[in-house]
């Protein structure tokens, strides 16, 4: 039901666009989440958007950098990146959640396979 794609390697300061299908959701689907899961660390809250209004929230990490974005005709969600950091090196994941202003794992229902992202020189 979820599949994201557009990761790849890129040099600090470069950009990427993910994309993710998100067709066959439930219709209590409301919001699009985009997290990510380094290394050895655990998985975090990025951004997300409401598919009614297209109502964005950012983790602060992110915010000015990161534009994440639907199309509800496609079903499409995208999380636009600029001034990649090598921090932002991780596996990202998009998710489906019933509500909005949701940053928690748990509170997401649907989750695609992930795509990497390495931010190198």
């Known amino acids: 039901q979820l599949q994201a794609s557009g990761g790849g390697l890129v040099q600090p300061g470069g950009s990427l666009r993910l994309s993710c299908a998100a067709s066959g959701l439930p219709v209590s689907s409301y919001a699009m989440g985009w997290f990510r899961q380094a290394p050895g660390k655990e998985r975090e809250f990025v951004a997300a958007v409401t598919w009614p209004a297209g109502t964005t929230d950012y983790v602060d990490s992110v915010r000015g950098r990161f534009t994440v974005s639907r199309d509800k005709a496609s079903r499409t969600v995208y999380l636009q990146m600029n001034s990649l950091k090598p921090e932002d090196t991780a596996v990202y994941y998009c998710?489906?959640?019933?509500?909005?202003?949701?940053?928690?794992?748990?509170?997401?229902?649907?989750w695609g396979q992930g795509t990497q992202v390495t931010v190198s020189s």
């Open positions: 998710a489906s959640s019933r509500g909005m202003w949701n940053r928690e794992v748990h509170e997401y229902d649907y």
